[in-house]
């Protein structure tokens, strides 16, 4: 794997929240990212920090200096990003009815609450079995 993959999967899974269409796991966007844009990351962003939020600027900042293809999917891929990470923010609050009624017990333990939540998806509300299929956990 080259050094520039390497840190695009650091990179991909370190990234923080926002919005899009469709979320995509971490592995899928850093493979997307890395084809579209690893060369240019390479020649215009080279010596920068490549944490989410400088890379997205730098990428941004020289917008100019980009391939068709690596401007045309950059901002997708950080859009699609942040609507699984803003998904697994909001799923507390959008399965709340679901804790409360099933997982009551073991709420407060997000690992346990998480797989109580799966476990009892089929009795669950549309709006929590659609918050949980954005997060990726199922």
Known sequence: MSPIRCILLALVLAAPA??????VNYEQATT??????????DNVCRGVNLDPTRLKECLRKNDDNLTPKCKADF????????????????????CNWELNRFCK????????????????????????NKAIDATGYR
């Open 75 to 94: 901002l997708r891929i950080f859009a699609a990003i942040e609507q699984r990470v803003s998904a697994r923010d909001n799923l507390a609050k959008l």
């Open 18 to 23: 926002g919005a899009a269409a469709q979320t």
């Open 32 to 41: 997307a990212l890395a084809a579209s844009c690893g060369t240019d990351i």
């Open 105 to 128: 017990d073991i709420r407060a333990d997000p690992v346990k609450g998480l797989q109580c939540l799966l476990d009892s998806a089929k009795k669950g509300t549309p709006n929590c």
